[in-house]
């Protein structure tokens, strides 16, 4: 994982002003920003190999949506477009215990309900950047410790 893509995150939402507000934040906060107008977009765009490993997705979108997505993106695990180390945080309007449950079961790694507040979404940001951060740490130091061992 490079520098560059800890700074890059990939926004999908189809309301052109919530994608709008969305990267005046990120970009205020010092995120580069690819974005997807709907869910079979983002879906192509996570499984380059170059993508943003973290995505910001609305549930509802055209296409796909977003916790179809997540339940794509956790099968393609051992794969060639394995993504296990994208950070996913769900945005929806759903506010019922059941439906957050269901995109974590799907592989969203948190969830913020709409609307959210500028705050509390820097701060999810900033902590998924930091478990990605440590996630690539702990894999630099297991294959630094397989390679000692010939």
């Avoid at 560059?4 to 580069?32: C, H, M, N």
């Avoid at 393609?76 to 974590?104: C, F, P, V, W």
């Amino acid at each position: 994982m490079t520098e560059r893509s800890l700074l890059t995150i990939l926004v999908a939402e189809d309301d052109p002003a919530q994608l709008f507000v969305l990267e005046l934040f990120l970009k205020k906060w010092g995120y580069d920003v690819v974005s997807a107008e709907n869910g079979l977009e983002a879906l192509c765009l996570l499984r380059q190999s170059n993508a943003p490993r973290f995505a910001i997705l609305d549930w509802q979108m055209p296409g796909m949506e977003g916790i179809e997505i997540c339940n794509r993106l956790r099968m393609d695990k051992g794969s060639e477009n394995d993504r296990s180390q994208l950070y996913i945080l769900m945005l929806s309007a759903k506010t019922q215990a059941k439906d957050i449950r269901r995109a974590l079961d799907a592989g969203a790694n948190d969830y913020l309900t709409k609307p959210y507040d500028p705050q509390e979404l820097h701060q999810k940001i900033q902590s998924g950047f930091r478990f990605l951060k440590s996630y690539a740490q702990a894999e630099l130091a297991e294959t630094s410790q397989l390679s000692a061992y010939p």
